[in-house]
T-cell receptor, first 117, second 115 residues
C-alpha cells in the first residue's frame, strides 16, 4: 500500500531564511503525482506545488521548490525567503491513479511550520 | 476559477440528530467529489469518493449508513451524518475535480460539533 511519511512534526524558520520540509513515500507504481499542500489557520487547503513522477526536472513555484528523488522516494519542499504568511501546516500528498479512471490523495501527517519575525 | 464552497461552515447539533453538509463547485462541473475528515492537529483522512449519478465508494472503516453521501448533480454533493454522536465531532472537508483523474479543488471545510 502507498504511504506518505513526514518525519518533522514541527519546524521553525526565521523570516527571510530558507527552510526545507521532508517527505518520503512508498509505492510500487512508476507513474504518479506528488503534491505539497498548505493549510493555514483558516483550514483552507491550498495547493503549493505539484510534481509529476515522470518528469525529472524539479518543480518550482516562485519561492517554493521541490527536491524530487524518485529512486529514493523522497520529495522535499524548500521555502526560500520565508514570510510570516508561510506559517501553516504543510501536507505532502501522493496521488494514486486507478487505471486513469479515478484518483485518490494519500496525505502525510503534516509539518507545522512556524515563521519567527 | 475552480472554487468550491461548503455550507455550513460551522454547525452544532444534539446527539442523535442528523446534520447535512453541502459541497458545491461554483464555477465548474465536478464529476467526482471527495469527502475528508480531519481531527485536530491531524491529517486528512479520505472518507469516500462520489461520482455524479452513482453510489459513493467508501473507504475501509467508514460506515456508509452513518455517513450518507449524495452526488445528485455535477455541482452539488451532500454528506449527511446520521444519528450524530460526540465522537463524530470533527472538521469535514470536501474536494471536487472536473474529471476523476484531475486536480482536486478543496472546499473551506465544515466544523461539526455534536453535543
Amino acid at each position: 500500500a502507498q504511504t506518505v511519511t513526514q518525519s518533522q512534526p514541527e519546524m521553525s524558520v526565521q523570516e527571510a531564511e530558507t527552510v526545507t520540509l521532508s517527505c518520503t513515500y512508498d509505492t510500487s507504481e512508476s507513474d504518479y503525482y506528488l503534491f505539497w499542500y498548505k493549510q493555514p489557520p483558516s483550514r483552507q487547503m491550498i495547493l503549493v506545488i505539484r510534481q509529476e513522477a515522470y518528469k525529472q526536472q524539479n518543480a518550482t513555484e516562485n519561492r517554493f521548490s521541490v527536491n524530487f528523488q524518485k529512486a529514493a522516494k523522497s520529495f522535499s519542499l524548500k521555502i526560500s525567503d520565508s514570510q510570516l504568511g508561510d506559517a501553516a501546516m504543510y501536507f505532502c500528498a501522493y496521488r494514486i491513479t486507478y487505471g486513469g479512471a479515478t484518483n485518490k490523495l494519500i496525505f502525510g501527517t503534516g509539518t507545522l511550520l512556524a515563521v519567527q519575525p | 476559477g475552480a472554487v468550491v464552497s461548503q455550507h455550513p461552515s460551522r454547525v452544532i447539533c444534539k446527539s442523535g440528530t442528523s446534520v447535512k453538509i453541502e459541497c458545491r463547485s461554483l464555477d465548474f462541473q465536478a464529476t467526482t467529489m471527495f469527502w475528508y475528515r480531519q481531527f485536530p492537529k491531524q491529517s486528512l483522512m479520505l472518507m469516500a469518493t462520489s461520482n455524479e449519478g452513482s453510489k459513493a465508494t467508501y473507504e475501509q472503516g467508514v460506515e456508509k449508513d452513518k455517513f450518507l453521501i449524495n452526488h445528485a448533480s455535477l455541482t452539488l454533493s451532500t454528506l449527511t451524518v446520521t444519528s450524530a454522536h460526540p465522537e463524530d465531532s470533527s472538521f469535514y472537508i470536501c474536494s471536487a475535480s472536473i474529471l476523476a483523474r484531475d486536480e482536486q479543488y478543496f472546499g473551506p471545510g465544515t466544523r461539526l460539533t455534536v453535543t
